[in-house]
């Protein structure tokens, strides 16, 4: 998913707000009331695999449906879809069409990592921590907003929420020289995740959650031992994996082609545990071929630290599209990544600007993985 889309964080920890539901609209609020977990959002149930595309509350994706979102179900239903993944914000987003949302994307919060250890202390400001770490204060802070996200998203009604396991500052994103090593990263989202879930009754979430890898220090896929440490020690059983083909394909900046990117996935994935195979429950599809852009990419911008905070933002963000390309899939060698994970739902996880563009590459990457056209209908017989 796009790992830089910045939102205004909601700072208070309460904010008693209704929650009005009606039949195709849900407006949320995150300071819901607790509640019990309802056991239909479980682990998701076998049967047909479900096909979603990535969409927003972000202006990239509203514009090009005129913020209609009838549109956007009529794009849904004419491409033969199940659904949409969400990506949601620090705040509640206004009116969502409930009916649409088959998968919730929890915001990335990039530079979690200092603020969990070292709360008032970690070195970022206060205005800052908004964009990098959903405005948290402390690790108390922190647990609580996990919570209101996860009440958030479960309010509705997906299949699961997808929570990224990284951590990466705005300059560390153009180095590549990592301050925090990915079994700090791995054992600080842990305590986190068991942390919030804690708070929750019979502590479990309230929503299944999805852990994603990326290509920073966390959750990679490259290292099985880490992978298996969720296995060991969550302390909780509504969650599973959702591997990210672009994500892992990025760790390798010897990837060139189509062939070699779905040769890395697969050897990949066959070294994982079992257990580890067995929880991967989700697919973000996409090709990500940026390994002649890492290898040429210059470092840190000149300047860079005396820049205001939003032009640095700006700057990482553009350089991280070009690293997670998000492009389609053309080759229809595709099918073996999907034959090795047997995933439950495979989100096209697309980047885009048209909604031209979007219906074009959606049709390139279905018929590449099916060997047709998406021409409506269920995707059940694939």
């Known amino acids: 998913m796009y790992l830089f889309c910045p939102s205004r964080a909601r700072e208070e920890e309460h904010d008693p707000c209704p929650v009005t539901v009606s039949r195709m609209m849900v407006r949320l609020d995150c300071s819901v009331p607790r509640f019990a977990c309802d056991r239909d959002l479980r682990r998701p149930s076998a049967g047909a695999m479900q096909h979603l595309i990535n969409f927003s509350t972000h202006a990239l994706h509203l514009d090009q449906f005129e913020r209609d979102w009838e549109k956007v179900r009529a794009f849904v239903n004419r491409s033969g879809l199940d659904g949409i993944e969400l990506l949601i914000g620090n705040d509640p987003p206004s009116a969502v069409p409930a009916d649409l949302v088959q998968g919730v994307h929890l915001p990335y919060w990039i530079r979690w990592l200092e603020i969990w250890h070292a709360g008032p202390d970690a070195a970022i400001p206060p205005e800052e921590r908004r964009f990098l770490a959903g405005g948290a204060r402390d690790a108390t802070h922190m647990v609580a907003l996990q919570q209101c996200l996860w009440r958030q998203a479960a309010r509705l ?226």
Not at 251 to 274: F, G, I, K
Not at 291 to 316: C, H, I, K
């Open 157 to 382: 009604h997906p299949r699961y929420a997808v929570f990224h396991v990284s951590h990466v500052t705005l300059e560390e994103s153009f180095t590549r020289c990592y301050a925090s090593s990915a079994e700090l990263v791995v054992r600080a989202t842990i305590d986190l995740l068991n942390a919030t879930a804690a708070t929750f009754p019979d502590g479990e979430p309230p929503v299944r959650l999805w852990l994603e890898n990326l290509w920073w220090p966390g959750l990679t896929f490259t290292s099985p031992a880490l992978a298996e440490a969720f296995v060991e020690r969550l302390r909780f059983e509504n969650w599973g994996f959702v591997l990210d083909t672009g994500h892992l394909i990025n760790t390798c900046l010897d990837v060139n082609d189509e062939d070699a990117a779905v040769d890395l996935v697969l050897e990949q994935v066959a070294r994982l545990s079992p257990r580890v195979r067995a929880r991967i429950e989700g697919l973000h599809l996409s090709l990500s071929l940026s390994g002649a852009y890492q290898r040429s990419a210059p470092g840190l911008p000149a300047g860079f630290a005396d820049l205001p905070f939003v032009e640095r933002y700006t700057l990482a963000r553009d350089h991280v599209a070009q690293i997670d390309q998000h492009r389609p899939f053309t080759t229809p060698r595709c099918r073996e990544i999907v034959s090795a994970v047997r995933p439950s739902v495979i989100t096209h996880e697309l980047l885009v600007h048209r909604r031209d563009e979007l219906e074009r590459n959606f049709s390139v990457q279905y018929r590449a993985l099916t060997g047709a056209f998406p021409v409506g209908g269920s995707y059940a017989t694939m």
